[in-house]
């Protein structure tokens, strides 16, 4: 399963070159969180989601590499390391 890391608004659900299967969440505040190469997608564009709840199964949809998660953060547009913001809000 793949949870959603803080809650937030889907902005985006479905393919997206180089990604597979793309979920992006909006956080507010100009933050984002994307999740790719998911199998199952389990949310919907413009649902908002709790922190933690199941969003999809990982996958490797768009992956050379096998079965994965690809996870990013951004704030304004920049990623951010993924570690410092998940320790800051876990």
Do not use: C, M
């Not at 994965?68 to 920049?78: C, P």
């Amino acid at each position: 399963d793949v949870g959603a890391v803080f809650a937030g608004q889907v902005v985006f659900t479905g393919w997206f070159k180089g990604y597979g299967n793309l979920i992006i969440l909006d956080h507010g505040n100009e933050y984002f969180t994307l999740y790719a190469h998911v199998g199952v997608i389990g949310v919907k564009e413009g649902e908002e989601v709790r922190q933690g709840q199941r969003i999809a199964s990982v996958g490797e949809t768009g992956s050379l590499a096998g079965p994965r998660l690809y996870f990013e953060v951004r704030y304004q547009g920049k990623p951010l390391d993924p570690a410092d913001w998940l320790r800051s809000r876990g």
